[in-house]
């Protein structure tokens, strides 16, 4: 497009009497750029200005006023590009004067030279000028063939609840089942938890209406008996063959594989039919063959709805409980069947179990934890079948031992009120041990609340397994990617599929696929339901936003998507080794291949490739290059004592906002930082880096999200790929003969505003104590 550019600035919300507004419009004045102010841009005479500016031609605007995060309606205008640059929270109100020195006698000849503030918004106003140069216009990436249809892996009672709730919405559903009928587990329980006031009685399984519900839908078809072989392509467009349980598909690939493929996404080798499937993901442009599937299906979302197996206790440290020793030491997921099947037997000798002991802790210590994978769920289902055997046996006893009891919410209700049941003891409590005892059994247990040793004789022993989800060791879904068949490990799930687990639930690793039910983390059947809910309204999402061309999420609406110069590509395959989320394939040489809708821009392609060769639309190593570039940084020979320029690169997902917050609340921090907001850290290219401190700035830090066992990232691992190219940078600061102390890399929370201009100051600090720059001039 042609760029007509227009400069406005606002001198609403103080920045007119803070600020020497005039001076500011030099800068675009310089440039023949036209520039013009108002007291509020965003009231309606000030948006009314704006439009018909627009009208008149003008495409390219800079508007001057507040953050980027508020305003955005009142400041898009479609076909336009639109830089904002932030006066209002991130110069004025974190700036005010009063926490500034005053200026002494011989500054004040040379007053504007000295204002730290006044240079601070010069300062922003070049990079919002350069910035809109750089960049283009967006233009959406749009399917060809986009497939509304949704697939769910997973006939219980979560894939059948997403399944309707897609189908009232008017698409079109497939659901596999890789068993004979639908159900789940649902399908094998005596009573369900109850779900409504007074909360007191156990209420009949819903899965049988589940079923007649997804029968009665003309537009939910059903596969049972039927498994996902591969699933390849992108959202929109996603590829699926199935097969049946147990059935080979035959592929046509060479041997021997290239050794990056006999491993899958965390490391662990592949068994040779998986080999076959990744060498797929690996090669799928080499060969015909591995191109086209007559038998494959269109679909433009999934729901892996694929729900958890029970844990099957396996290992020596149940020993004590007589576990696989006892024959009536079970599972409570095998008391459920017995349960289903009719009275609480024992399975030694088929005679009533009348006194059960339920036992929540594997542990001989109250330090120690419940069984792996288990929760919530675990203690209300031992509340639940404690009250089978109420039902069963009038004389019945049930024996809760626990270490942690959780009753979330209003189940809370019913665990009371079987508190005041005479036949249903429950205590904190360790079990020290089951033994036999002539027909029976004897538990052990101690460090009760009693504060004594209890024993009780006990008909059944039934251990509090947890609930381990299907895509533990499995990965449900053999996706054909690069990064594996599965979903990358990254080490804090222990098998339970998200992309991230404080902001976006339902929403995977790979784009398009959504997660619902036990398989995201242990849920009751009644969460599940509302669960499958969520992942069908994202996975809709999914496909409207891909039919418009635009990002579905985080950056919801974002039109961009990473462009490739292949004539400088090297394939060294570090963009599509560091995707997050597998938008990149490659081919047998190593050249990428993009699936532009399998991408949430997160810019870590473009902040891992060493010849920068990767860009977006409105977002690249030049645009923001040229930023850096376009700070002011004085040489030492402007001042006897002159001010530091220091490059923050923070992160827009959660930095950002807290920086915001830093204004809203009137805290400071030192004027002599410069702000560039990037996507993520894993978008940092280190040549922003090198562009800095060559060309004088004194210091460089990265603020952004924390990584480690509590991550916050909304990319996953964008802040840890930053910290390990920081670790690199070592080098090039060697040849450049600074100090490594120069860059720092600091990690915020979105509420950690407050602590932030400590963060800051304390590196300017640092900074002052290095000294300058010795570039500082050249």
């Known amino acids: 497009m042609d760029k007509k550019y227009g400069v406005y600035i606002c001198e609403g919300c103080g920045i007119g009497e803070s600020l020497d507004v005039k001076a500011l419009c030099g800068i675009p004045e310089e440039e023949g750029v036209p520039v013009k102010t108002h007291p509020s841009l965003c009231s309606s005479a000030g948006v009314e200005l704006l439009k018909k500016d627009v009208a008149g031609g003008t495409n390219t605007l800079v508007i001057a006023a507040c953050s980027r995060r508020v305003m955005f309606d009142i400041f898009r205008f479609d076909g336009c590009i639109v830089d904002r640059v932030n006066l209002r929270e991130g110069v004025v109100w974190s700036h005010p004067r009063s926490v500034f020195p005053a200026l002494t006698e011989e500054e004040k000849d040379d007053e504007d030279k000295f204002d730290r503030v006044q240079m601070m918004a010069e300062d922003y106003i070049k990079m919002g000028m350069i910035r809109v140069e750089k960049i283009k216009l967006p233009e959406p990436y749009l399917v060809e063939n986009l497939s509304r249809k949704i697939l769910v892996l997973g006939g219980g009672i979560t894939g059948m609840s997403a399944a309707i709730d897609a189908a009232k919405a008017g698409f079109d559903v497939t659901i596999v089942e890789k068993t004979a009928s ?20 156990l209420i009949p399984p819903v899965v049988e209406a589940k079923i007649k519900e997804v029968e009665s839908f003309a537009n939910i078809t059903v596969k049972t008996e039927t498994e996902v072989a591969r699933i390849a392509g992108q959202p929109g467009e996603f590829t699926v063959t199935l097969k049946k349980p147990g059935e080979k598909i035959p592929f046509d690939v060479p041997f021997p594989l290239p050794d990056e493929m006999k491993v899958d996404g ?14 797929m993901a690996y090669n799928e442009g080499k060969n015909d063959i591995l191109k086209l599937d007559p038998d494959g299906e269109m679909f433009g979302a999934v729901i ?20 696989g020793q006892l024959p009536d030491v079970i599972t409570n997921h095998q008391f459920e069947a017995i349960a289903k099947a009719g009275k609480i037997v024992r399975p030694s000798d088929g005679k009533p179990a009348k006194s059960v002991v339920f036992v929540q802790s594997p542990g001989k210590d109250e330090s120690d934890s419940d069984f792996a994978y288990a929760g919530s769920v ?12 109420r039902e069963d046996y009038a004389d019945g006893k049930a024996f809760i ?15 009371k009120g079987l508190q005041q049941d005479p036949g249903i003891f429950m205590t904190k409590g360790a079990v020290m041990g089951v033994a036999k005892n002539g027909g029976g059994m004897i538990v052990d247990a101690e460090n009760t609340l009693l504060g004594e040793k209890l024993q009780v004789k006990a008909d059944l022993v039934v251990l509090g397994a947890g609930m381990v989800p299907a895509t533990k060791d499995d990965p449900v879904i053999n996706l054909a990617y690069r990064q594996g068949p599965g979903f990358r490990d990254i080490g804090l799930f222990n098998g339970y599929v998200d992309s991230n687990f404080i902001c976006f639930p339902y929403e995977t690793q790979r784009t398009g696929i959504y997660a619902a039910g036990a398989i995201r983390r242990s849920m009751t059947m009644e969460e599940a339901m509302e669960d499958a809910s969520g992942a069908a309204l994202k996975a809709i999402q999914c496909l409207e936003s891909v039919n418009r061309g635009v990002s579905v999420h985080p950056r919801s609406g974002d039109m961009t998507f990473p462009d490739f110069f292949f004539q400088r590509c090297t394939q060294c395959k570090r963009c599509t080794e560091e995707c997050p989320f597998g938008a990149l394939d490659d081919d047998e040489k190593g050249t990428p291949k993009p699936n532009p809708t399998r991408c949430r821009r997160c810019g870590t392609c473009m902040g891992a490739c060493p010849e920068r060769i990767i860009g977006f639309a409105d977002y690249n190593i030049d645009s923001v290059g040229s930023m850096v570039k376009a700070v002011r940084v004085p040489s030492e020979d402007d001042y006897s004592e002159p001010p530091y320029r220091i490059l923050g690169l923070v992160c827009e997902n959660d930095a950002y906002p807290a920086l915001d917050m830093v204004g809203l609340n009137r805290l400071s921090y030192s004027a002599d930082v410069r702000l560039i907001p990037i996507r993520c850290l894993g978008s940092m290219n280190v040549i922003w880096i090198k562009d800095a401190l060559s060309q004088g700035m004194d210091g460089v830090f990265l603020l952004g999200c924390k990584h480690g ?6 990319f996953v691992k964008g802040s840890e790929l930053a910290e390990i190219r920081m670790k690199k940078i070592g080098d090039a600061l060697a040849s450049l003969a600074l100090e490594n102390e120069r860059v720092a890399q600091f990690e915020v929370a979105i509420d950690d505003y407050d602590k932030i201009p400590q963060i800051i100051n304390g590196f300017v600090e640092s900074i002052e104590a290095l000294g300058p ?6």
Request: glycine content about 8%; aromatic content about 16%.
């Open 266 to 279: 965390s490391g662990k080798e592949l068994d040779a039919e998986k080999l076959h499937e990744a060498y």
């Open 401 to 415: 031992f626990y270490q942690h009891m959780r009753t979330p919410g209003f189940s809370e209700l019913f665990y």
């Open 773 to 778: 720059n010795p570039f500082k001039g050249f």
């Open 709 to 714: 066992d509590d991550y916050q990232c909304h």
């Open 304 to 323: 892996l709805a694929a729900g958890w197996r029970p844990d099957n206790l396996q290992g020596d440290q149940y020993a004590h409980l007589g576990f």
């Open 378 to 389: 675990t203690s209300m289902v031992a509340l639940k079948q404690a009250k089978y055997v």
């Open 182 to 201: 639908l159900g789940g587990y649902a399908a094998k329980v005596r009573k369900q938890i109850p779900v409504a006031a007074p909360y007191d009685a």
